[in-house]
């Protein structure tokens, strides 16, 4: 592609774990993009760091009294905008060629589409909003073309899959670490802590999804977002778990032939080849050392330790709206779990409940967010009643 100027990239949540890696991946680019909006939700000390670093036209923050304190502090010198249209605001920007979306949870979902619709490229790491909206995401991606996944299994699977027909394709397989607990006895996981949960063996991620990591639901949202992202069946979905993080997704074509991706642990690579698609990136990473690398393991995922694999499993099969559903009571009883309000293995009950009571819609745009709102009071009531 011949250009002529630095492509703009809008980063929302600059301030998480994603976006402080894009933003390393924008820094080291030699030019080929600049920052043009950064977002976040109420990191104001952060953001005010990123601002002067990067010197962006505009940025934001959803939380009011944190963009009240930012915009006093760049007042005259940088755009600050408020509240959730914040995001919005950035994506609509003129300058803004690439959005990295890496908020967390359903927040994802309005600027992904916003992004879309405006016709932007959109790298996407934000897994929830596939999970919630994504029959609606992806039509809007079909029809303008420009959705990049960053999550790096995915990320692997279009690298394998790299324009190949999809009748050909037979199988995709996601690895998972299998988290801190892959090991630990049934019996012993409903003591397990916060503090124990957020102790990633291969990744460092930010709280939600390293949680999600521990009980498995982060590959549930991941198999829900393989099905959305390639067009596939879920028989054509599996997952394997995987310990050293080394290989990211495998596809097997129906001639038997598997392509596997690989490479270190290392967001930054997917991050990069998002941005950058359809060039190679300079490399951001370590290089891979088969002869260093040991032993490579695979096996079997356990649902009946991690009951939050099958659980997004049949929320799919459920399909309409009970994805979204799964995806919001998620998201509180993860949150309630940080706070030390909810034991590790109530998390799958009390999703598994407020699932139980939802009779799935279809899939439209107010559907999903009375949905996730229904799910988040349901899961709030039954949370404050502890009626599990
Ligand atoms: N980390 C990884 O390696 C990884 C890998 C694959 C996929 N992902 C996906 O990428 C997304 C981000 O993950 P992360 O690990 O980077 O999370 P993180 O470290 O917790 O960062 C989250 C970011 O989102 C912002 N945010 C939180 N709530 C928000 C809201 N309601 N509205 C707008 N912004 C909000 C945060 O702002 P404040 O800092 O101001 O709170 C922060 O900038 C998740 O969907 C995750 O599943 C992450």
């Known amino acids: 592609m011949v250009q002529d100027r630095p492509l703009g990239v809008a980063v929302l949540g600059s301030t998480g774990s994603i976006g402080r890696q894009t933003l390393d991946v924008i820094a080291r680019s030699e030019g080929k993009f600049r920052v043009a909006a ?16 990067f010197r962006p036209a505009f ?4 939380d009011a009294s944190a963009a009240e304190r930012l915009a006093r502090e760049w007042e005259g010198k940088v755009r600050i905008g408020a509240g959730a249209a914040a995001l919005t605001e950035a994506v609509e920007l003129d300058g803004v060629d690439v959005v990295v ?14 992004a879309l619709e405006v016709g932007r490229r959109v790298a996407l790491a934000n897994k929830e909003t596939l999970v919630a909206a994504g029959e609606i995401v992806m039509a809007l991606a079909r029809e303008k073309g420009a959705l990049l996944p960053v999550d790096s299994e995915h990320a692997a699977v279009f690298q394998a899959i790299d324009g190949k027909p999809k009748e050909s394709l037979y199988k995709v397989t996601l690895t998972a670490s299998g988290g801190p607990f892959r090991n630990t006895p049934l019996n012993e996981l409903k003591d397990v802590t916060p503090e124990q949960a957020l102790q990633h063996p291969t990744w460092n991620m930010g709280g939600k999804i390293t949680v999600d990591s521990a009980t498995l639901m982060n590959k549930g949202l991941e198999v829900i977002e393989a099905v ?8 054509q979905v599996g997952v394997v778990v995987h310990p050293q993080s080394l290989v990211h997704a495998l596809v097997e ?38 002869t260093t690398l040991g032993r490579l393991e695979f096996e079997a995922p356990d649902t009946e330790r991690f009951p939050c694999l099958a659980l997004a499993v049949a929320a799919l099969q459920a399909g309409g709206t009970m994805p979204c559903v799964l995806n919001a009571a998620n998201e509180v009883a993860v949150t309630a779990f940080l706070q030390g309000r909810l034991g590790f293995m109530q998390i799958p009950r009390l999703i598994e409940e407020v699932m139980e009571r939802h009779r799935p819609a279809e899939v439209t745009l107010e559907n999903v967010f009375t949905s996730d709102a229904w799910a988040r009071d349901e899961a709030a ?5 502890l009626t599990l």
């Open 38 to 53: 950064l977002c976040a939700h109420s990191d104001d000390a952060t953001l005010s760091r990123q601002i002067a670093r």
């Open 59 to 62: 940025a934001g923050l959803v």
């Open 101 to 114: 979306v890496a908020v967390v949870g359903f927040a994802g979902v309005r600027p992904t589409l916003r």
């Open 228 to 235: 959305h992202l390639f067009g596939l069946g879920l028989d």
């Open 253 to 290: 074509y129906t001639d038997g032939s598997v392509l596997a991706q690989m490479a270190v642990a290392d967001m930054r690579l997917p991050i990069a080849q998002a941005l950058w698609y359809p060039e190679r990136s300079p490399r951001y990473i370590e290089r891979l050392d088969l």
């Open 381 to 385: 009531r039954r949370l404050a009643a």
